[in-house]
């Protein structure tokens, strides 16, 4: 069965640290790979996707993933992160199947410590 | 630019009644979903509907009915309402396999 993991429920870092958010998935074939955030409060805002190409993907407000299909997993990161990233963080996977589901993780929530 | 909306932010509701919660998307998508979420159990798909008048029953579609007449229209209906489906709701669309677009969401709470 698809299923999407992110182990990690809640992270603080220190404004300006470097942030790595894990998902790890299950799936039979090659996925769509998705990251969304979420602010409080608010609807979920796509940060970055993966189809296909270049494993390492560049998305908005500077983060990037990488995907490695030997660990299945597409894991998030920024160099240095500011206080207005904190925040709920929702990895997802998706079918190449235009009529399927996509999956989504439990979510990490980000706090940052000034 | 890429729009979904929802008809309220906020609701409150009495345990019994009738609750419609709409969303409207401009993008012309096939794929419609309605989500609920709550603290620590992440979202939880209710229906889906890939075409209009068609629907498919997600991951807990207990106490929930949906509709959708037109292509950019998809409604949540509680047919009575009750306290253990005060939650956020979000709407989202997609088309084909490409990424899936989020509402603002519907914070309803039932009394």
């Known amino acids: 069965a698809q299923s999407v993991t992110q182990p990690d429920i809640h992270i603080t870092v220190s404004e300006g640290a470097s942030l790595e958010l894990r998902c790890n998935y299950s799936?039979?074939?090659?996925?769509?790979l998705f990251w969304y955030v979420q602010s409080p409060g608010q609807g979920l805002q796509l940060l970055l996707k993966y189809f296909s190409g270049d494993t390492l993907v560049q998305g908005i407000k500077g983060f990037e993933a990488e995907f490695k299909r030997s660990q299945s997993s597409f894991n998030l990161r920024k160099p240095s992160v500011h206080w207005s990233d904190a925040a709920e963080y929702f990895c997802a996977v998706g079918a190449t199947s235009s009529a399927s589901k996509i999956i989504f993780g439990s979510g990490t929530r980000l706090s940052i410590r000034p | 630019d890429v729009k979904v909306t929802q008809s309220s932010r906020y609701l409150v509701k009495r345990t019994g009644e009738k609750v419609f919660l709409e969303c409207v998307q401009d993008m012309d998508h096939e794929n419609m979903f309605w989500y609920r979420q709550d603290p620590g159990l992440g979202l939880r798909l209710i229906y889906f509907?890939?075409?209009?008048?068609?629907?498919e029953k997600g991951d807990i579609p207990e106490g929930y009915s949906v509709s959708r007449e037109k292509k950019e229209r998809f409604s949540l209906i509680l047919e009575s309402a009750s306290t253990n489906q005060t939650s956020m709701y979000l709407c989202a669309s997609r088309g084909g396999v490409d990424t899936q677009y989020f509402g603002p969401g519907t914070r309803l709470t039932v009394l």
């Open positions: 799936y039979g074939a090659t996925p769509y």
């Open positions: 509907s890939y075409d209009v008048k068609m629907k």
